[in-house]
């Protein structure tokens, strides 16, 4: 998850910093450091707009030259979008990330002793794979053009990089977003099946009124904190959907352009195309199934609660 925070910071996406106090993280803005990413962003993609223009031009096949017009054309948004968050939103995102932060910690105090660590091997292995696609991104065009390395090829490739893996951040950042809401919600559903709702069963038959109300405190602040995830869940989707509707649409894009490549250019053989094209098939699953895991948490909320409400010995305190 560092890495992925790092990575983020390299590309321009993330222009605050993570401030380390004891067992306590916050981030915060840095003003060189969001102005910086934004004069970068508009040199890098003034460079690509231009050189990827003069290459569209000297296409003949009709279709590849739409295809390559409409990837052009839907970059442009997807480039204002994270213009527009650097300079406008910086504040909601930077609350929104230590609610985050805050929201882990609070979960995790919890547990005694503290449960380190993120998720289970679920969460392993999709950020495993977000890390290979971060690699993809930053590798691919060595091997897709078939040229010298020269300085012009440097900055060309730069240029490229840095707009693709800005446009695809959007896609995990909502992988990474959701996975953290999945895991949020995991975390506090196991915990009051397993601390909780089989405590106040037992004391249903038998306990004190105190261990009962003792138990029932700690069932409220779970209820809090059910609540608090769910409006982070909120700010988090009016946040980062609306630019991720972008993404998809500019990755699909890109999807056909590869095939329609594939088909026209006979690359069907080519094992290097078949890896660029599974590379973005990957990135759709990623944020489909971290969407899913953290659905499927949220629904599993009732779940754990059971009957709980009608335990006569818990309706009476």
């Not at 969001?34 to 050189?51: E, G, P, Y």
């Not at 997807?78 to 909601?92: K, Q, S, T």
């Not at 405590?199 to 405190?217: A, D, E, P, W, Y």
Request: proline share 2%; hydrophobic share 45%.
């Amino acid at each position: 998850l560092r890495y992925i925070f790092r990575y983020a910071q390299f590309i321009g996406t993330i222009f605050f910093c993570l401030h380390n106090k004891k067992d306590d993280e916050t981030v915060f803005i840095r003003n060189w450091l969001k102005w910086l990413n934004v004069t970068h962003r508009i040199l890098t993609f003034t460079r690509f707009f231009w050189v990827y223009l003069g290459s569209i031009s000297i296409k003949t096949n009709r279709v590849q030259q739409v295809l390559h017009v409409m990837r052009l054309v839907l970059s442009i948004p997807n480039v204002a979008v994270i213009l527009g968050y650097h300079i406008f939103r910086g504040p909601e995102i930077v609350d929104l990330v230590n609610k985050f932060l805050r929201l882990f910690r609070q979960v995790s105090d919890l547990f005694k002793p503290k449960t380190p660590g993120f998720g289970g091997r679920r969460e392993l292995i999709l950020i495993l794979l977000n890390l290979v696609s971060f690699a993809h991104e930053q590798t691919y065009l060595w091997f897709t053009i078939r040229k010298g390395f020269s300085c012009r090829f440097i900055i060309d490739w730069y240029c490229d990089f840095y707009l693709v893996s800005a446009t695809n951040i959007f896609i995990h950042i909502n992988s990474i977003g959701y996975l953290s809401l999945g895991v949020l919600y995991s975390e506090l559903n196991r915990y009051v099946y397993t601390n909780l709702r089989i405590q106040l069963q037992k004391f249903n038959t038998s306990g004190s009124q105190q261990k009962i109300r003792r138990v029932q405190n700690r069932l409220e602040k779970c209820i809090s904190l059910y609540r608090e995830i769910y409006h982070t869940s909120i700010i988090f989707y009016k946040l980062f959907v609306p630019p991720l509707f972008l993404a998809l649409i500019y990755k699909v894009v890109l999807i056909a352009l590869i095939g329609l490549n594939m088909a026209v250019e006979f690359y069907i053989n080519s094992f290097v195309f078949w890896i660029l094209l599974g590379k973005h098939v990957l990135d759709l699953f990623l944020v489909t199934a971290s969407v899913e895991g953290a659905v499927n948490q949220f629904l599993n909320i009732g779940m754990q609660f059971g009957n709980v409400g009608d335990l006569s010995k818990f309706q009476t305190t």
